[in-house]
């Protein structure tokens, strides 16, 4: 199984989209939530100021595109 790590923000709907679609298929995630500060040094230091971005293991999903996510997670 891959590990899967999302960067989001309250009120982004589209943290809430990728969230749901993960969801609904089956995926385990880890959120980091921006409004803590341990997460936002941590998703500035891999060069992003918005959310979502969504690690599939090495790989790097900016905003919530499903193609990729599908591809990323053979679904």
């Known amino acids: 199984m891959k590990k899967v790590v999302i960067y989001t923000a309250e009120g982004c709907p589209y943290c809430t989209s990728a969230k749901e679609y993960l969801e609904e298929k089956g995926v ?18 891999l060069g992003f100021m918005s959310v979502p971005v969504i690690l599939v293991d090495n790989e790097t999903v900016v905003g919530f595109d499903q193609e990729k996510l599908e591809s990323l997670l053979g679904l």
């Open 28 to 45: 385990a995630f880890e959120e980091k939530n921006t409004k803590e500060k341990d997460n936002r040094k941590e998703l500035m230091a």
